[in-house]
C-alpha cells in the first residue's frame, strides 16, 4: 500500500515544497507546476499536482493531502503564517524553512533596487519561513531535536551547523527580519 501523503496546509506551502524539489532525472528544480486533480480517497482529501522539468522535460507528480483532511494544533506558541498553524510542518522540516528564508532574502538583495511594497512582500515570506521552523522547537527545548529532521538538508545542517537549528539562531533570524521590515515601514 502507498505511504500516505503529507499534509500541505496552504496552498503556499504545497507550491514551496515543489519550488524546493529537485528533478530525479537531472536535479534541476525549476518546474511549472500545476493543481490536476483533488479526490477523496478513503476518506482523505488529496491534491495532485503535475508538471515537466524545465531542463530535461521529465514528467513530474505530486500528491497531497489537502487542508480539508487536516486537525490544527491551536496551542502553537507562533502566529499563523501563510503557510498554516498549529503544528509543524509535514512538508518541510526546520533546516528547510530557514533555507527558503534565506534563499527568498538572496534573491531580493541579488536583484536591482526593489520597489518598497515587493521588498516587504519577500521579507514577510522569510519572516513566515522562520516562524514555520520556529515550530518545530520543543516548548522545553532549545533546539530542533535530530529526529524532526526528515529532509538531506535537515541533516546536513545538523551534521555541519547545529546552531542553526536553535532558538536563540531562529529568533535573531525573525527578529532580523522585524528590523528590517520596519524599517521599510518608516520609509513610507
Known amino acids: 500500500m502507498p ?50 522539468c524545465g531542463r530535461c522535460g521529465a514528467e513530474r507528480e505530486a500528491d497531497f493531502r489537502a487542508p480539508g483532511d487536516a486537525s490544527t494544533d491551536a496551542g502553537g506558541t507562533e502566529p499563523a503564517t501563510r503557510f498554516g498553524a498549529g503544528r509543524p510542518s509535514e512538508l518541510l522540516d ?6 527558503a528564508a534565506t534563499l527568498t532574502e538572496a534573491a531580493a538583495d541579488a536583484g536591482p533596487a526593489e520597489p518598497a511594497a515587493e521588498r516587504r512582500a519577500r521579507l514577510e515570506y522569510a519572516r513566515d519561513a522562520v516562524v514555520e521552523a520556529m515550530r518545530f522547537l520543543p516548548p522545553d527545548g532549545d533546539r530542533v531535536p535530530e529526529a524532526d529532521l526528515f529532509s538531506p538538508l535537515g541533516r546536513q545542517v545538523a551534521a555541519a551547523d547545529a546552531r542553526r537549528l536553535t532558538r ?6 525573525r527578529d532580523g527580519y522585524e528590523v528590517l521590515l520596519a524599517e521599510i515601514d518608516d520609509r513610507r
Do not use: I, N, Q
Open 168 to 173: 536563540d539562531w531562529m529568533r535573531t533570524m
Open 94 to 99: 526546520a533546516a528547510e524553512w530557514l533555507e
Open 3 to 52: 505511504e500516505r501523503p503529507a499534509l500541505a496546509r496552504t496552498p503556499a506551502e504545497a507550491r514551496l515544497r515543489l519550488e524546493l524539489t529537485e528533478c530525479p532525472v537531472c536535479f534541476e528544480r525549476e518546474t511549472r507546476w500545476r493543481l490536476v486533480s483533488t479526490a477523496t480517497v478513503a476518506g482523505t482529501a488529496l491534491e495532485r499536482y503535475a508538471g515537466s
